[in-house]
Each structure stands twice: as structure tokens, then as C-alpha cells.
């Protein structure tokens, strides 16, 4: 055999095809705060929950946690009471008679099922949702949770 033949033996590699990966969807995630007139704990509040499947919703009781499992993400309600010391904000809760506080946190993609499972839980336990702002506005409730 030739040199020439030799050396394209060793050359006619078949050319090597890089992978390509599709972008993955940058999540969006939303912060809130449900707050409400009344003592509720996450347990309590997975049992007013009945627009998705009990299977869907998780809850860690020793540290009052509740994890809805949704399309994009999970809908997260974490006691957030303990994290409320700047006097303003204690001035706000108590003027509003809010005992239970939860950082809600979810994936804008989701917001649809959110608001579902919002309108439930305010014909239910009442309370509202509060934005992650200075002053918590602006506010969400049954009659504007549409608007979310």
C-alpha cells in the first residue's frame, strides 16, 4: 500500500457531530406574603387545598412547610412570622391583626394554578397576599387575586 493510501485510511474519520443542547427556559420566580387574621399552620392550610391532588402536596410540620407540586415548579409556603422584627413591619401586622405569615414563592409560569389554589384558600381561611415590598403592596385578595 502507498503512503497516500495509508494516510487517508487515518484521515477519512467520519467528522464528529457536536451536541447541541436546546436552552433550557430561564424560571421566573415570584415572592409574596400570605398573611391572615387567623392561627393557621401549613398543615392546616394543605387541608383547604382541593384544586390540585392530595399527592401533589407535601408538608414538613417541624418546621411549618408546605410544598405544592405544580407544572413548572412547586408553589412553597414557608412560616415566615419569625422574620418580621423591623418595627414598622410589627406596626403593619398588628394594625392588620395578622397572626400567620407565610413567604409564598412560586414559578411565574404557574400563576394560573396559583390563583386557583389562592381563591380556595381565601374563601376558606381569608388572609391575603402582600407583595415582597416595603410597604407589602400591592395587596391581593378574592376580589383582585385575578389580577395577580
Do not use: H
Not at 12 to 31: G, N, Q, R
Amino acid at each position: 500500500m502507498s503512503n497516500n493510501k495509508k494516510n487517508m485510511k487515518k484521515t477519512s474519520k467520519k467528522p464528529v457531530k457536536k451536541m447541541v443542547k436546546a436552552p433550557k427556559p430561564v424560571k421566573k420566580i415570584l415572592e409574596y406574603y400570605y398573611m391572615t387574621d387567623r392561627e393557621v399552620t401549613a398543615k392546616e392550610l394543605s387541608k383547604l387545598i382541593t384544586v390540585v391532588d392530595e399527592e401533589q402536596v407535601e408538608i414538613w410540620p417541624e418546621i411549618n412547610l408546605m410544598e405544592v407540586i405544580l407544572t413548572s415548579d412547586s408553589l412553597i409556603f414557608e412560616d415566615a412570622k419569625e422574620c418580621f422584627i423591623d418595627p414598622l413591619d410589627l406596626e403593619f401586622l398588628e394594625e392588620k391583626k395578622i397572626l400567620s405569615i407565610y413567604q409564598v414563592s412560586f414559578e411565574q409560569g404557574d400563576t394560573k394554578k396559583v390563583v386557583e389554589i389562592f381563591k380556595e384558600l381565601f374563601e376558606k381561611a381569608g388572609g391575603f397576599l402582600a407583595s415582597d415590598s416595603e410597604d407589602f403592596s400591592p395587596f391581593y385578595t378574592l376580589e383582585n387575586i385575578e389580577e395577580l
